[in-house]
C-alpha cells in the first residue's frame, strides 16, 4: 500500500492511555486495510518477559511462530513481492543521478549493488533475529520496535533495563524517518508543479507550497485507509508509467562515459551515501510483509522473495543513477524529473503524473507518525469529542509542520540526502547489527566469531555514514542558504 511503509503499529505510545485506566491495555489493532497485521498483544509480550530470569534466554527449538499466526488475509508470495517493490521505490529511485553525482559514474556504480547487499543483509538480520526472539518469548509475530524491545530484554543482564528505552528509540526513528519522507514528498510535488508552470508563469517554490497546504491537510483528514485504497492505486499506475517514460528520456542519444566524473571527491560522498541510505531504506516493511504471508518460509533464502525483490530494486535504482548521471552529467537535479525537456508536452505529462503520484502517497506515509503520537495526544482528554477534536489539530498541525520544514530547505537533493544519512542509517544499518548482537549474545556467533565481527563492521560503515553524511548534508543545507 505504501513506499516503504515501516509498521503500521500503535508504538509506545499506547502505554499512556492504559496507563490511565486500571483495565489492561488492548489488542494491538490492526490497520484498517488490514493489509498487515498484527496477531498479538503487548500483554503477552509482557507476561513472557516476566517469566523469570532464568528462562528468558532459553529458546523452545519445538515452538515454530509460524504455525501460530492467525491471518485473516494472509498474502501470497507474488502479493508479498509487489508489496516488497512499493516498499522500496519511490522518490529514492529518482533522486538515484543525483546520487551518481556525488559519487562518480563508477563509485556509485558499484557503491550502489555494495549499498543493496548490505541493506538487503540487515533485512535477513531482522528477521532472522524476529523468528529467534518468536521462539524465546513464545510469540506469533514481532514487529520492528518489539524485536529491539525482546532483544534488550532477553539479552545480558545489565542491558534488561534498558529494554523500553530500545524500543522507544526505534519507535522515534521511524517517526523522524515517516516525516521526513512527508517534508520529500511536499517537496517533490512544489518543484515539479513549479517546473511545468515556469513555462508560463514564475513563482518562487514557497507559493507552491502554500497552494498545496490546503488540500494536504483535507486530505489528511482522512483517518480509514480503507477510502484510499483507490486513490493508491492510481498513484502506482501513475509512478510506472512516469517511470517508464523517463527511462525512453534518458536512454536516447546517451554521450560517452568520459563526459562524467569516473570519481567524485571526498567531500561529495557522504552525500552519495545518504541519498542512496534513503533510496534503500526498506527495512520498515520488512517484518510486517514476512509476518503477513500464507508461507513465511519462501521469504528468505538465496532465492525467496526477499532476495528476489531487492535484487530488481538494485537494478532498478543501478540503472536510473547510472543513465540518468551519463545523460545529465553535472546538471543533474534532486530529482530527474526536473531534467526532462521543459517545453516538451510528454515531459510535462511526466512531471505532472509524478506530482499527482507523490500527492496521492503522502497520506499514506502520513498514517505511520500520526499512528504513533495520536494515542498519547487522545489521552489527555476524557469525553469522545475531545479526543477526536485533539486527534484532528494532531494531524493539521503535523501537515503544517512538514509544510514549513519543506519550506525551510527547498533544497530537494540535500533533504533527501539528510533524512537518510539521520534516519534510514540507524534504522536500516545500525539497529539490526545491534540487535543481532544481543539476541545471539548466549546462542553464539559461530566459528570465529564471524558474526560478531561481521555486525561490528556494519555498525562501524553505519555510523560512518550516520555522522559524516548528516554533517555534509547540513553544510549543503547552510551553504544554500547563504548564497
Known amino acids: 500500500m505504501t513506499e516503504r511503509q515501516p509498521l503500521l503499529l500503535q508504538s509506545d505510545a499506547s502505554d499512556y492511555e492504559g496507563s490511565r485506566g486500571s483495565a489492561a491495555r488492548p489488542v494491538r489493532s490492526s490497520p484498517p486495510d488490514n493489509t498487515l497485521v498484527n496477531v498479538h498483544s503487548e ?229 552519495y551515501f545518504g541519498t542512496a541510505i534513503y533510496a534503500f531504506e526498506g527495512i520498515g516493511v520488512v517484518l510486517p510483509l514476512e509476518n503477513n504471508m500464507r508461507t513465511p518460509e519462501d521469504f528468505g533464502g538465496t532465492t525467496g522473495v526477499l532476495n528476489t525483490g531487492m535484487v530488481i530494486v538494485a537494478c532498478l535504482y543501478t540503472a536510473v543513477g547510472f543513465f540518468g548521471y551519463l545523460k545529465y552529467g553535472e546538471h543533474v537535479e534532486g530529482s530527474i524529473t526536473l531534467n526532462l525537456p521543459q517545453g516538451d508536452t510528454l515531459s510535462q505529462l511526466v512531471r505532472i503524473s509524478m506530482a499527482v503520484a507523490i500527492f496521492l502517497s503522502y497520506t499514506l506515509q502520513f498514517y505511520v507518525p500520526v499512528n504513533i503520537v495520536e494515542p498519547f495526544v487522545r489521552s489527555h482528554f476524557d469525553t469522545t469529542r475531545a479526543k477526536d477534536l485533539s486527534a484532528t489539530v494532531l494531524r493539521v498541525v503535523l501537515v503544517t509542520f512538514t509544510f514549513l520544514l519543506a519550506t525551510c530547505i527547498p533544497n530537494l537533493g540535500s533533504i533527501i540526502s539528510l533524512v537518510g544519512a539521520v534516519s534510514s542509517s540507524a534504522l536500516a544499518l545500525i539497529a539490526p547489527p545491534i540487535i543481532e548482537v544481543i539476541t545471539f549474545y548466549n546462542v553464539g556467533y559461530g566459528r570465529f566469531n564471524w558474526m560478531l565481527w561481521k555486525d561490528v563492521l556494519i555498525l562501524i560503515f553505519g555510523l560512518c555514514g550516520f555522522v559524516f553524511g548528516t554533517w555534509a548534508s547540513l553544510a549543503q543545507i547552510l551553504n544554500d542558504r547563504t548564497h
Open 43 to 271: 500483554d503477552s509480550l509482557a507476561a513472557a518477559s516476566g517469566s523469570g530470569d532464568d528462562e528468558i534466554g532459553s529458546t523452545d527449538k519445538s515452538y515454530n511462530p509460524t504455525h501460530h499466526r492467525d491471518l485473516e488475509h494472509p498474502t501470497s508470495n507474488f502479493d508479498t513481492l509487489v508489496h516488497l517493490l512499493k516498499g522500496n521505490i519511490g522518490t529514492g529511485i529518482l533522486a538515484m543521478p543525483d546520487a551518481f553525482k556525488n559519487a562518480g559514474l563508477y563509485v556509485g556504480l558499484f557503491g550502489t549493488m555494495i549499498m543493496g547487499a548490505i541493506c538487503t543483509h540487515c533485512m535477513h538480520m531482522l528477521v532472522n533475529c524476529s523468528h529467534e526472539l518468536c521462539r524465546r518469548f513464545q510469540q506469533p509475530s514481532l514487529d520492528f520496535s518489539e524485536v529491539a524491545y525482546c532483544s534488550f530484554e532477553s539479552g545480558p543482564l545489565g542491558l534488561r533495563r534498558y529494554s523500553m528505552l530500545a524500543r522507544r528509540i526505534v519507535t522515534t526513528f521511524l517517526f523522524i524517518t515517516q516525516i521526513g519522507f512527508c517534508c520529500v514528498y511536499f517537496l517533490f510535488v512544489a518543484l515539479n508543479i513549479k517546473d511545468v508552470m515556469d513555462h508560463y508563469y514564475k513563482m518562487p517554490v514557497q507559493i507552491y507550497l502554500l497552494i498545496m497546504l490546503g488540500p494536504m491537510i483535507l486530505l489528511n483528514l482522512v483517518r480509514n485507509l480503507k477510502y484510499l485504497t483507490p486513490v493508491s492505486l492510481v498513484a502506482a499506475l501513475l509512478t510506472v508509467a512516469g517511470l517508464a517514460i523517463t527511462f525512453s528520456y534518458m536512454l536516447v542519444d546517451l554521450p560517452d562515459v568520459h563526459t562524467v566524473k569516473p570519481v567524485a571527491t571526498w567531500a561529495t560522498l557522504p552525500l
